[in-house]
């Protein structure tokens, strides 16, 4: 059935509303840059000034945070930008955080407006940057980053495969390269014999660097002893329309930034890292919400328009740990997975062109949420509990009974759990001028059996959203704790 055999009808309303390492070398110019500029001191001296000011006052806020939000010095600064990044000329990214101190601390360099003087006077005297770009997430802990911390503006997943006769040496050699390059960017650093320049100017933004394995990892590496019970593979559901080159994958990586440059280095460092021990078996791109973008930090929403991850577990609820992380006590053939975590990706195509043709009071019983500002329709505002037994006048439930809600919550499921993770995505317009847009979908659990697989399959039956959805691709990935200072991730299942 194509996205335009749908017979629901607009009512009442119009469309809704790699280099191989090398020893470090010394500074290299961004290529295609004048230095021309740094000879303007007058208006550099009144770009430093202003820029410098907004900087410092910002990279006190974590990137994302309210503070950030508020200030919005990031999307402010962007006019001054042009001029710094051609200053920077002659300055590796690595020379100016070594200028600046400890990497990963807020306001680290580059961006500052004493850039539009003179590569010496960068060195000596670099400027914070703004919120959003200094902002950064820890690489070395008990989990790893880009699970429970908010999702940012831009995010890549890949999966790969590792080569014909590569084996597990061969793999820990790549999660130790991998690591110590996740390490470094997440940082703010460059990492040694990077001379791409592609994220020359900018602070660390937010990234982080995510890395699982796959079902077939194991049997590759001669490891299957120690595959986990929980990465059997997934049940088949009715809305699946999975195609097979963009699922599964021996190695997962999710990278996210707040800034699109960031995020593409990463991706491209970690895919020339691969070298010949791994091949990129299939790559998406998504996005959300630029911080700054709303008035106050908000709720994302997707792009069917709705306020998307209001009843999410949150960090601060006590199960949270128990819910997302495999226990760190664990042991077993799977001790490994200790601190980590599972992720079910699935693309989910939206076929907007229906839904958009729904009414607004037909979208919001699809949800069971008011869209103008995610309220549940068993009333009160976004963060009201839902109450599920709640009946109108009419004697009809608040929330339908196949109101997505109701059939996806913990409630309906025997406590069911999941967190959702997602980044949306478009990726241009089908030949029937639908767009091939939605949703890339990530959901952490501790255990899929326990998290995605009953809620899906509860979807799959009754879910009133669900013919608006088409299940594209899917994978599932074992993802392990994080690492120390000095170790890669996933060495305790590589090396134990
Ligand atoms: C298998 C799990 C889920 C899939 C797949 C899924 C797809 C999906 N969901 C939306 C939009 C919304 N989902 C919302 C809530 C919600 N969704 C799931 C699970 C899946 N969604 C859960 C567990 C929940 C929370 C239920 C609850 O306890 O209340 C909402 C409401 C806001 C919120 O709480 O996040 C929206 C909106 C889309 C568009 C989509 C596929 C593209
Ligand atoms: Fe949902």
Redesign the pocket.
């Given at each position: 059935m194509t996205e335009r055999s749908q017979d629901e009808e607009k009512t009442s309303q119009g469309p809704q509303a790699g280099k191989a390492p090398q020893a470090e070398e010394p500074a290299r110019a961004v290529k295609g840059t004048k230095a021309t500029k740094a000879g303007k001191p007058g208006k550099a001296a009144k770009e430093a000034k202003t820029s410098t000011a907004a900087g410092t006052a910002a990279a006190t806020k974590p990137a994302g945070g309210a503070g950030a939000a508020k200030t919005g010095p990031g999307r402010g600064e962007q006019p001054g930008r042009p001029a710094q990044a051609r200053a920077a000329k002659g300055v590796s990214r690595r020379r100016l955080l070594g200028t600046a101190g400890a990497a990963g601390a807020a306001g680290l360099v580059a961006g500052g407006a004493a850039g539009a003087f003179a590569t010496e006077t960068v060195r000596k005297d670099p400027a914070p940057l703004n919120g959003v770009g200094s902002g950064s997430r820890p690489f070395h802990g008990v989990h790893q980053a880009g699970i429970a911390d908010p999702a940012q503006t831009c995010g890549h997943l890949a999966a790969f495969d590792l080569a014909p006769g590569a084996d597990r040496k061969a793999a820990a050699a790549l999660l130790r390269r991998w690591s110590a390059t996740a390490a470094d960017l997440m940082a703010g650093r460059t990492p040694k014999g990077d001379d791409s320049g592609v994220a020359l100017d900018a602070g660390p933004c937010s990234l982080t660097v995510t890395f699982g394995f796959g079902r077939t990892f194991f049997d590759r590496t001669g490891l299957a002893s120690k595959r986990p019970a929980a990465l059997e593979p997934l049940p088949a559901f009715t809305a699946d329309a999975l195609d097979p080159k963009r699922s599964e994958g021996d190695l997962w990586v999710q990278i996210g930034a707040d800034d699109a440059l960031v995020a593409f280095h990463a991706l491209r460092l970690l895919q020339q890292q691969a070298g010949s021990a791994a091949r990129l078996r299939w790559q998406m791109n998504g996005f959300n919400r630029t911080p700054g973008a709303t008035a106050q930090p908000m709720t994302a929403r997707?792009l069917?328009g709705?306020?998307?991850?209001?009843?999410?577990p949150k960090p601060s609820d006590p199960r949270f740990t128990g819910h997302v992380y495999v226990p760190e006590d664990r042991s077993g053939a799977d001790a490994w997975m200790a601190g980590g975590s599972y992720a079910v990706v699935?693309r989910?195509r939206?076929l907007l062109d229906s839904w958009d043709n729904l009414s607004l009071e037909r979208q919001e019983k699809v949800?069971g949420?008011r869209k103008s500002d995610?309220a549940p329709l068993s009333g009160g505002t976004e963060t009201t509990p839902?109450d599920l037994n709640k009946f109108r006048e009419d004697g009809s439930l608040a929330i339908a009974g196949d109101a997505?809600?109701r059939v996806?919550?913990?409630a309906s499921n025997r406590g069911a759990t999941?967190l959702?993770r997602a980044f949306s995505y478009h990726d241009g317009f089908l030949d029937d001028g639908a767009p091939d847009a939605?949703?890339l979908?990530v959901?952490w659990q501790a255990d899929p059996l326990k998290g995605?697989v009953p809620?899906?399959r509860k979807?799959d039956r009754g879910d009133g959203?669900s013919r608006f959805?088409r299940h594209e691709s899917s994978g599932l990935y074992a993802v392990p704790g994080g690492c120390a200072p000095g170790e890669y991730v996933g060495q305790r299942l590589l090396e134990g």
């Open positions: 997707n069917m709705q306020v998307d991850g209001t009843n999410n699935r989910i939206m949800i949420r995610g839902v997505h809600i996806a919550s913990p999941m959702r939605g949703l979908f959901a995605f809620v899906q979807l959203l959805l």
